[in-house]
T-cell receptor, first 111, second 113 residues
């Protein structure tokens, strides 16, 4: 049973436009959410996180939005750059270091 | 710091053989995690340690899998006997005692033929 779901396996966006990556979760006990980026042949790297007491967190071009009532979070990248092309994983946890990851979304930013 | 070091980077083995994956966490990190990545299930947590003690091994698929952390700077994940369905990328990650995200190693790509 996938507690964290990324229903879009892939996404293509033009350079300079907005990329929106989505993630849904089922466990209402999750209270902390993270996004990781992964390039080929490398391990995932931490990108941005959000606590359940917030509904938005911003870091440069990256913003994460959390909608607790819908059990949904999204990652916005504005403007998108070719170097953003990677696989993006969302993850969730309920107060422990046990992160539950989604299956990932492959983003391709077209120059 | 060199980051989380995993070895080998690639492993090809025959079904039934024993496979040992190795991990050196970042010095000073209290937590160590083993994950497996597959297309179908994404990143699955297999087991994690805190101060060398296994905390949660509920993700270990079956008795063929075992993990140890004999000291703060070394951990192993062993599969015995290996099966083709074990083919995946195995990641080790470590974390200090805070919630700023894990640091992953580059992974070991395991192929069991």
């Amino acid at each position: 049973d996938q507690q964290v779901k990324q229903n879009s396996p892939s996404l293509s966006v033009q350079e300079g436009r907005i990329s929106i990556l989505n993630c849904d979760y089922t466990n209402s006990m999750f209270d902390y959410f993270l996004w990781y980026k992964k390039y080929p042949a490398e391990g995932p790297t931490f990108l941005i996180s959000i606590s359940s007491i917030k509904d938005k967190n911003e870091d440069g071009r990256f913003t994460v939005f959390l909608n607790k009532s819908a059990k949904h979070l999204s990652l916005h990248i504005v403007p998108s750059q070719p170097g953003d092309s990677a696989v993006y994983f969302c993850a969730a946890t309920s107060g422990t270091y046990k992160y539950i990851f989604g299956t990932g979304t492959r983003l391709k930013v077209l120059a | 710091d060199a980051g989380v070091i995993q070895s080998p980077r690639h492993e090809v083995t025959e079904m039934g053989q024993e496979v040992t994956l190795r991990c050196k966490p970042i010095s000073g990190h209290d937590y160590l995690f083993w994950y497996r990545q597959t297309m179908m299930r994404g990143l699955e947590l297999l087991i994690y340690f805190n101060n060398n003690v296994p905390i949660d091994d509920s993700g270990m698929p079956e008795d063929r899998f075992s993990a140890k952390m004999p000291n703060a700077s070394f951990s192993t994940l062993k599969i015995q006997p290996s099966e083709p369905r074990d083919s995946a990328v195995y990641f080790c990650a470590s974390s200090p005692d805070n919630h700023y995200g894990y640091t992953f190693g580059s992974g070991t790509r395991l192929t069991v033929v």
